[in-house]
């Protein structure tokens, strides 16, 4: 009998019946505005910190915010004269829309992943001598992986003479925006179909979305209401199905495309962001930052960042979804990451808990950095008697500006304004920190 027992007890636990535990998804219809609520009081959410989520919201230019769990609305709020039907770009956001059409081209025999993009572009689609052009892979775009000089001039240009060679691709991890664009024409010329059209078809119109596809300069941007992005939100948390219906039958693919895509940058698959990580690179940088990419976020979630604050958060475990949708946030120096990590924060309250990455005792709180931001000194205090320390100040591309060993205060008077990384060593332990420069 006590056998029986444990196994049912074990059979409850795998069935999901545990709290944790995501539940069957719920997927709105595809030609209607309903879509199921769950209030946050059967959550068991803090109901009294939601107002002060949405004022912090608010603060930083916030248009759209959506909280769903397991496919249904718990938190929906709009802000100022942006309602349901308000369209919006996503920036960079949508790269997660190409990286799934890319896997669908995929499936449907199209294309390859590991043949050259000349294949499909024609050689000379880049300034780079032929050989190494045919190095590029279309799995290089979406890993961001090309060797193409990201600081060639725009790094959203497209033409050949913009596109110039500095590493062999697979070797160099850079967010350029130029090679992720040149992925539509290798999928229309892969399909024969056009880009916007071979897109509505295999993915838009078969999960009910809204918006388009529209070229600003040489960047393809979608545009759409919160709730279309909240479909697609919907359909990478049931991984590539929506109800019934597979859009993306490729298991594989989904999964690489949600997990690390290259070791360079681990927090990076294809074209998707990826927390939980043990280190993490940021757009226009080559500095490789220790530890989680959103500390305060659950490991699992991985994420759709746009510029400006455009996310799609997707948190498998729990079966959560996290959209945001606004202008930037209003410090001109804050770095994606940190603006997706801070609204954690917040909503973990709302949640009651916390669902973070736990941070381990021994990098929690060694020192104090004053003032952040800064414009002549940072002052380094360190919160008990501690041994000595090297504290290093590099630039947002991996670059030594400063290094001092206990001096407790670092000049910064010299330095251009801008993002840099304090990184402070003490017996062989790192803690890092982001530190603002103003003038």
Not at 144 to 161: E, F, K, R, V
Not at 299 to 311: E, I, P, R, T
Not at 316 to 340: K, T
């Amino acid at each position: 009998m006590k056998r029986i027992i444990i196994f049912l007890l074990f059979v409850a636990m795998a069935s999901g019946t545990g709290v944790c535990q995501a539940q069957e998804l719920y997927f709105p219809p595809l030609s209607s505005n309903q879509w199921d609520v769950t209030t946050p009081e059967s959550m068991g959410w803090c109901v009294d910190q939601i107002d002060t989520l949405y004022s912090f919201l608010e603060s930083h230019n916030t248009m759209a915010f959506l909280v769903l769990k397991d496919g249904k609305m718990v938190l929906e709020k709009y802000f100022g004269s942006f309602n349901s039907d308000s369209l919006w770009y996503w920036a960079s956001a949508g790269k997660t829309l190409t990286a799934m059409l890319t896997g669908i081209a995929q499936e449907e025999g199209y294309l390859n992943l590991d043949s050259a993009a000349s294949k499909y572009m024609g050689v000379g689609w880049t300034s780079c001598p032929v050989q190494k052009e045919r190095l590029i892979t279309v799995r290089n775009q979406l890993a961001t992986i090309s060797g193409l000089d990201d600081a060639a001039g725009d790094p959203d240009c497209t033409t050949p003479a913009c596109l110039q060679y500095l590493a062999d691709a697979g070797t160099r991890w850079a967010y350029h925006n130029a090679p992720y664009t040149k992925l539509g024409q290798v999928i229309s010329s892969a399909t024969g179909m056009d880009f916007n059209t071979y897109f509505n078809l295999r993915i838009r119109n078969k999960i009910g979305m809204n918006g388009f596809w529209y070229d600003i300069d040489y960047n393809h941007i979608y545009f759409s209401n919160a709730r279309s992005m909240a479909r697609y939100g919907l359909l990478l948390l049931a991984k590539g199905k929506w109800d019934n219906i597979r859009i993306l039958n490729d298991t594989a693919y989904f999964t690489a495309m949600t997990n690390s895509s290259q070791n360079l940058n681990k927090s990076y698959g294809y074209l998707t962001w990826l927390n939980g990580k043990s280190s993490y690179m940021l757009p226009q940088s080559q500095f490789i930052f220790t530890g989680s990419l959103c500390p305060s976020a659950p490991a699992d979630m991985f994420s759709a960042m746009g510029k400006n604050g455009q996310l799609i958060n997707v948190v498998p475990g729990q079966g959560l979804l996290v959209i945001r949708m606004g202008n930037a946030s209003g410090d001109p120096f804050e770095l994606p990451n940190a603006f997706n990590n801070t609204i954690w924060d917040y909503l973990n309250n709302v949640m009651c808990n916390t669902h973070g990455i736990p941070e381990q005792a021994d990098k929690t709180d060694e020192f104090n950095i004053f003032p952040n931001p800064a414009s002549s000194d940072i002052f380094i205090f360190p919160n008990h008697n501690t041994q000595d320390y090297k504290a290093l100040l590099y630039d947002i591309h991996g670059m030594l500006r400063a290094e001092v060993e206990s001096a407790g205060k670092i000049n910064v008077s010299n330095l251009p304004p801008g993002i840099y990384m304090l990184e402070i060593v003490q017996n062989e332990i790192k803690s890092c920190y982001t530190i603002s420069i103003v003038r």
